[in-house]
């Protein structure tokens, strides 16, 4: 599994070069191991290398893991959620990435109030319009902001894509701009000013692009673990 932390180092170092021709910190980018159907063996060895920040998409499937690791993992959900997961998925995770309708940032925030704790949440935004992805409609979101930021336990932190695939690095520069637009229109508002400094997006393929365009969590799998399986 030595492979795994020469990965790491990798992805590190050309995160580091992103940043540096956008002018940013690389400290300002938090790499999140998309580890989906990968064996705890592997995840244990990029924990090994240093990666603490690990994502997966199914809650079942993330509990599972969860005992082969250090409890000082951050547990990230990277899909989207059904509303009879919620309790579950409050029993390992602080940071939901796929928030994608109204209902569930409700079930959350009041799952998570029973349990006395706070967790964060990203707005899933479907960018690409396309009709087999969840995610927020960008053109109604603003009619249901209010609300979303009235949650006090599941704090609303930024956005989340997942564009269309592009063979055209111009088309997926411009799907990751929708995304900071959107969040830059919403920080005008009153409710969220100040606030959703957290964009989610980019993977394996186009995450250099997405942090050029302001990233701040990357969702990173085969690049970093290899085939699934």
Not at 34 to 53: I, M, N, T, W
Not at 152 to 158: A, D, M, P, T, Y
Request: proline letters at 6%; glycine letters at 10%; charged letters at 30%.
């Amino acid at each position: 599994m030595s492979d795994v932390g020469a990965r790491l180092a990798e992805i590190a170092r050309r995160i580091a070069a992103a940043c540096a021709r956008a002018g940013r910190d690389p400290a300002s980018v938090k790499l999140v191991g998309a580890s989906k159907q990968q064996p705890p063996a592997r995840l244990r060895a990029a924990y090994d290398a240093g990666l603490r920040c690990f994502g997966e998409n199914r809650v079942q499937e993330a509990l599972a893991k969860a005992p082969a690791l250090p409890d000082d993992v951050e547990w990230h959900l990277l899909g989207p959620l059904q509303s009879n997961k919620v309790r579950p998925a409050l029993e390992l995770f602080s940071f939901f990435h796929a928030v994608d309708r109204a209902k569930i940032a409700r079930a959350l925030d009041a799952e998570a109030a029973l349990r006395g704790s706070v967790v964060r949440g990203l707005l899933e935004i479907n960018v690409g319009g396309e009709a087999t992805k969840h995610g927020f409609d960008p053109a109604r979101l603003g009619a249901e902001a209010a609300d979303l930021a009235a949650l006090s336990h599941l704090r609303i932190v930024g956005l989340m894509t997942l564009p269309p695939p592009r063979d055209d690095e111009r088309a997926t520069r411009a799907d990751f701009q929708r995304l900071v637009a959107l969040r830059d229109e919403l920080r005008e508002r009153p409710e969220w000013r100040g606030g959703l400094g957290e964009l989610s997006m980019g993977m394996s393929d186009d995450f250099e692009i997405a942090v050029e365009e302001g990233a701040t969590l990357v969702r990173i799998g085969t690049l970093l673990f290899g085939p699934r399986g």
